[in-house]
């Protein structure tokens, strides 16, 4: 199959690919929700299945699935279809696609409402309340601003215009200006955070907590959740890294490329964890504290350092524009389809897109305040929707790639798609894909049902 088949864009460069993968990689995945999650399931033993996952099982079905992107140069929905057709495979493959979009949808949906959170505090952190901040005002402030339908719907509503915007711009006039220097930046201001989390009384319990593993502390259900945590955080399984490969250049060392990107993403996390568990020691405070943990933590250390107004807010900006790049590759598959299949302008597609997704976040949006008795199966809605999402359709839908990749299509195409320099690497991917991967993953559902 060559490049010319599909009038398709593509990236200008390696490093275009690997900042925009790198974009939608770095998120509030790992700022937001890897410490939260850590705090909810125990510190250090999570942390290690966490990043046994990434490594073991994400960073293959990456390659997978930009392999299949660039293979099949569409969006991810006619990519499986053409590829199956190819490999005469039924057609059905192509509802892993079907599956992806609808994952992807129901992420942004409730990740523009946190996203909403991050942009609040860019300005909140300007209010002279936020100087020498005590944990209980932090706390106190935090639940009366989440608790405010009117306040979040501006939030949320802001977010979703902001992601539209960028989509609708097309991939390199979008996608790639907005990553070159948020990315980086990001990262200068985590290290400034780490280096007060450092200086802080809770250092030592901070990184007991995050790299001690206390097995005791893992249940069945933590280790799905951390295999979800690495799809989640990686972008996988729903087609985003897909339609991102679609427009990989065909020169381009889809190995290394990945591992770059992997690497990235867990770098971001662990330095997220290191900025704010020493904190959430140092005041006493509890690391299990959900959804709210970073809004409720930061701005303590923030209204305790010299500047601390300015750099909190800089702080925000940044974890927005973290979001912003990944909201926008959690759309793109849809709009892909939409430009494709049924014949729509960019600008429609993404504004269409947009407002089905901002629609479906006042669920989320109101789990938080007039709808938090509304449950099902014991969560509310976001709980749910994220349960649905992370812990079972991206693990669903990376299993279904690995095994694509793997076992459907012939060795001879996957061998010359990663050309990889060294016939031993390109082994152990294939048998990473092809048995490491599925076992693992089928152990992990199985022991979060309770099977073993
Ligand atoms: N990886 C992003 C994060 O960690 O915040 C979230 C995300 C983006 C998930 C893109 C899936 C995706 F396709």
Redesign the pocket.
């Known amino acids: 199959m060559t490049d010319q088949r599909f009038v398709h864009a593509q990236w200008s460069s390696r490093l275009a690919f690997i900042l925009a993968a790198s974009g939608?990689?770095?998120?509030?995945?790992?700022i937001w929700?890897f410490p939260y999650l850590t705090g909810e399931n125990g510190g250090g033993a999570f942390v290690l299945v966490y990043l046994l996952c990434v490594a073991a099982i994400g960073v293959p079905i990456m390659m997978a699935e930009t392999l299949l992107g660039r293979r099949g140069r569409q969006s991810p929905i006619n990519t499986m279809l053409s590829l199956a057709e190819t490999a005469k495979a039924s057609r059905l493959w192509q509802y892993t696609g079907w599956m992806g979009v609808l994952s992807?949808f129901l992420?942004l949906s409730y990740?523009s409402v946190i996203a909403g959170w991050a942009m609040a505090y860019i300005l909140k952190m300007n209010s002279p309340m936020f100087a020498q901040i005590s944990p209980e005002t932090a706390l106190r402030f935090f639940d009366e601003f989440r608790t405010d339908p009117q306040i979040q719907v501006i939030w949320h509503s802001l977010f979703m215009i902001a992601t539209i915007a960028i989509v609708s711009r097309g991939v390199s006039a979008g996608l790639e200006k907005g990553t070159r220097y948020l990315m980086p930046a990001l990262l200068v201001m985590l290290i400034v955070l780490v280096g007060y989390a450092i200086g802080s009384e809770g250092f030592g319990q901070g990184v007991a907590f995050l790299f001690l593993p206390d097995f005791s502390k893992l249940s069945g259900e933590s280790v799905l959740t951390a295999m979800g945590q690495a799809f989640?955080?990686?972008?996988l399984g729903?087609g985003?890294?897909m339609v991102y490969g679609s427009y990989l250049p065909r020169h381009v060392s889809i190995a290394r490329s990945t591992i770059l990107v992997a690497a990235a993403d867990t770098a971001v996390a662990l330095l997220a964890g290191l900025a704010i568990f020493p904190i959430v020691f140092s005041n006493h405070l509890e690391p299990g504290m959900g959804p709210g943990l970073i809004f409720q933590t930061l701005p303590i250390a923030f209204g305790a350092m010299p500047g601390g107004a300015f750099f909190g807010s800089l702080f925000f900006v940044l974890v927005f524009f973290a979001?912003l790049t990944?909201s926008i590759?959690?759309i793109e598959p849809t709009v892909a389809w939409l430009t494709e299949n049924r014949g729509l302008s960019r600008g429609a597609a993404s504004a269409w897109s947009g407002l089905v997704c901002w629609g479906l976040g006042l669920g989320s949006l109101l789990s938080f305040s007039s709808w938090s008795e509304v449950t099902f199966f014991g969560k509310n809605l976001f709980e749910l929707l994220d349960f649905l999402t992370a812990d079972i359709m991206l693990p669903a839908g990376g299993l279904l790639v690995a095994v694509f990749a793997g076992w459907v299509l012939n060795r001879k195409d996957t061998e010359e798609e990663l050309e990889m320099a060294e016939p031993r690497s390109y082994e152990a991917w294939r048998f990473l894909v092809r048995y490491a991967a599925p076992t693992g993953m089928g152990i992990i559902f199985l022991k979060a049902l309770g099977g073993i």
């Not at 939608?24 to 790992?30: F, H, K, P, Q, V």
């Not at 989640?232 to 972008?235: A, Q």
Request: charged fraction near 5%; hydrophobic fraction near 50%.
């Open positions: 939608s990689a770095i998120g509030l995945g790992n929700k992807s992420i990740y989640f955080s990686l972008g729903m985003s890294i979001a990944s590759a959690l």
